[in-house]
């Protein structure tokens, strides 16, 4: 079993907590971030647009030891910069830290209303080629009540280790949120 970061927007957070409750029988970690955990040195650093510190630290604090980013896509993900932040850290190695796995997985409120936008660093890494797909990440509807959700997060720790993400992955991070309407 293998530990996983869980990446959403705050409005999710609800269904973000019942997706983590439903599937924690599938790994060792489900983690995910609140940015005050970081403190507010983490802030000012942000706001300074120093790309390298926020992904280090967003890798140090949280993603470190994970070997899957898993987006959970509602209606407003793709406008939250934090979700940018942590799509960057996990597609970047660094010294201590390998780079993870990414997919995204539509949350059932956003299945329900045909919301489907992806955050761009994520859609970046979602390649076709004549149908088939070749990116570095996956994009799946709401995941199944079985082991389907560990199926995928083994598929994207595996193209991990054979593809390099999208170039231009991990720079010009989002340094507002977008407008979500």
């Given at each position: 079993m293998r530990n996983i970061f869980l990446s959403f927007h705050q409005d999710d957070e609800l269904e973000a907590n019942i997706w983590c409750r439903r599937f924690?029988?599938?790994?060792?970690?489900?983690?995910?971030?609140?940015?005050d955990e970081l403190g507010d040195d983490f802030a000012e650093h942000i706001e300074s647009g120093d790309d390298d510190y926020v992904m280090r630290r967003i890798r140090e604090e949280e993603i470190a030891g994970t070997s899957c980013t898993v987006v959970l896509i509602g209606k407003c993900t793709w406008a939250r910069r934090y979700v940018d932040w942590e799509i960057a850290a996990t597609l970047r190695n660094f010294d201590n830290s390998k780079r993870g796995g990414l997919i995204g997985v539509q949350l059932p409120s956003a299945e329900d209303h045909g919301w489907a936008t992806l955050p761009s660093r994520l859609a970046l890494n979602i390649t076709q080629d004549n149908g088939v797909d070749t990116g570095y990440a996956r994009f799946y509807g709401p995941a199944p009540s079985d082991g389907t959700i560990a199926a995928w997060v083994d598929d994207a720790v595996a193209r991990r280790d054979e593809l390099d993400p999208a170039t231009g992955s991990t720079t010009g991070l989002m340094l507002n949120n977008r407008n979500c309407s």
């Open positions: 924690e029988g599938y790994f060792n970690e489900i983690r995910t971030l609140g940015l």
